[in-house]
């Protein structure tokens, strides 16, 4: 079975600029989620879908950040315009459901390098 | 905010020597799970431990959960190249549907031949 697709792996891109991350999650999978992981740090939550529902976007920036999951599958994750600060690993998760005993499945990510 | 604590943050040994990585958090956790993570791809969860005092093993890994919930160590015994990665413990919060994991920053941890 496949995992969790993302794509681009990797992407390189001018300040004010905007970009977009794509993710497939496991086929089955209701709840996807969205983590910007920073060089040396943890995962962190930016927003997490249960099917086409945001249920918790508590720490995604609004201002320049935005996510949709259009027919409860496949997700993306946009960032206009990009800033310098921005430049992380975005990973993207899907479980069946949410909290234990419901495991996480993470992409390989998208490495975001902002010039 | 919950925030979890692991140390060491670097760790380098050779092949066959013992380690063990603490997660420390001034809050309580509903569960605790432990992570690890190659250069180049997402994490991927190794154990989940949910009750307090809990010791769960997996080959040469043993996981314990704090019986106040609060912390968690892994031990690897005999460590060997393949252990080599970033482990990253994550706690849980359970809130009815507003389950949340928060991760700590990891312990990296290389195993030299």
């Known amino acids: 079975e496949a995992g969790v697709v993302q794509s681009p792996r990797y992407k390189i891109i001018e300040k004010k600029q905007p970009v977009a991350f794509w993710c497939n999650p496991i086929?089955?999978?209701?709840?996807l989620y969205w983590y910007l992981q920073n060089l040396g740090q943890g995962p962190e939550l930016l927003i997490r879908y249960e099917n086409e529902e945001a249920v918790d976007d508590s720490q995604l920036p609004k201002d320049r950040f935005s996510a949709e999951r259009l027919k409860g599958v496949d997700s993306t994750l946009k960032i206009q315009p990009a800033e310098l600060g921005d430049s992380a690993v975005y990973l993207c998760?899907?479980?069946?459901?949410?909290?234990?005993?419901?495991?996480?499945?993470f992409g390989p990510g998208t490495r975001l390098t902002v010039t | 905010t919950q925030l979890l604590e692991q140390s060491p943050q670097f760790l380098s040994i050779q092949e066959g020597e013992n380690l063990t990585v603490y997660c420390n958090s001034s809050?309580?956790?509903?569960?605790l799970q432990w992570y690890r993570q190659e250069p180049g791809e997402g994490p991927v969860l190794l154990v989940t431990v949910v009750t307090g005092g809990e010791v769960k093993k997996l080959k040469r890994l043993t996981f314990q959960f704090g019986d106040a919930r609060k912390d968690s160590s892994l031990h690897i015994t005999a460590a060997q190249p393949g252990d080599t990665g970033l482990y990253l413990c994550?706690?849980?919060?359970?809130?009815?549907?507003?389950?949340?994991?928060?991760f700590g920053k990891g312990t990296l941890l290389t195993v030299n031949p």
């Open positions: 994550a706690g849980g919060f359970s809130g009815g549907s507003n389950y949340k994991l928060t």
């Open positions: 809050s309580v956790f509903s569960s």
């Open positions: 086929s089955g999978h209701n709840t």
């Open positions: 998760a899907s479980s069946l459901g949410t909290g234990v005993p419901y495991e996480q499945y």
